[in-house]
């Protein structure tokens, strides 16, 4: 089975940075694109960024926008998530997903096929 396990969640102040991993399982890893997303309490699941199998492109939600970083390391099975200016409005438990074969930078749940644990970010003010 594939396994993904995020780390580097935690509290920070407004104005601070993170970045979260995630570690994934299985040989094929560079061959797929990835996500991650995020779920505040009592909210939808929402995407924040992707990027292309090779990480050769990346894409944001306009929230995330010039603040947040997707990046990957297909050597060490690795995905990345450096947030900067962290707002209270980005306290969310933060996901990473494997893309089943859709456009690398789709929003839609149903195109990720597999999901890790989730890391919780928190944002003081």
């Known amino acids: 089975q594939v396994q993904l396990v995020e780390s580097g969640g935690g509290l920070v102040q407004a104005g601070g940075s993170l970045r979260l991993s995630c570690a994934a399982s299985?040989?094929?890893?560079?061959?797929?694109?990835m996500g991650w997303f995020r779920q505040a309490p009592g909210k939808e699941r929402e995407f924040v960024a992707s990027?292309?199998?090779?990480?050769?492109?990346?894409y944001y939600a306009d929230s995330v926008k010039g603040r947040f970083t997707i990046s990957r390391d297909n050597a060490k099975n690795t995905v990345y998530l450096q947030m900067n200016s962290l707002k209270p409005e980005d306290t969310a438990v933060y996901y990473c997903?494997?893309?089943?074969?859709?456009?690398?930078?789709?929003?839609?749940?149903?195109?990720?096929?597999?999901w890790g644990q989730g890391t919780q970010v928190t944002v003081s003010s």
């Open positions: 997903a494997v893309n089943g074969g859709g456009s690398f930078y789709s929003t839609r749940i149903r195109d990720y096929a597999y």
């Open positions: 299985g040989r094929a890893f560079s061959s797929y694109a």
């Open positions: 990027i292309t199998w090779n990480g050769g492109d990346t």
